[in-house]
């Protein structure tokens, strides 16, 4: 299979996780690559410790309780030196 990729854009970001069954919490950093191939279609694969993984937003379980649901926090975001927390 070959694919065509004309632009790649890696980025790093912390995704605080929280239980709200258990109360369990824990932090993990993804490596979020985004691509856009020729024809211009956008995607983005999350990686964790080179292991490719689905998409934190839809993570559903608690690796403690293996239920949930999970409350998902960014606080790469919320601590980044950005000008444009309106
Ligand atoms: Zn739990």
């Known amino acids: 299979m070959i ?3 004309r ?6 970001e912390a995704y605080s996780f929280v239980c709200l069954h258990c109360g369990h919490g824990w932090e993990e950093e993804y490596e979020i690559r985004h691509t ?9 694969d999350y990686f964790t410790r080179g292991v490719r993984v689905t998409s934190p937003l839809t993570r559903a379980e608690c690796p403690s ?10 606080p790469g975001r919320v601590n980044s ?5 309106a």
Request: proline residues 6%; charged residues 30%.
């Open 36 to 44: 856009t191939d020729l024809a211009g279609h956008r995607r983005a």
């Open 81 to 85: 030196t950005r000008p444009y927390l």
């Open 65 to 74: 309780c293996n239920r949930g649901p999970l409350r998902i926090l960014r």
């Open 3 to 5: 694919t065509m990729e």
């Open 7 to 12: 632009d790649t854009e890696t980025v790093h």
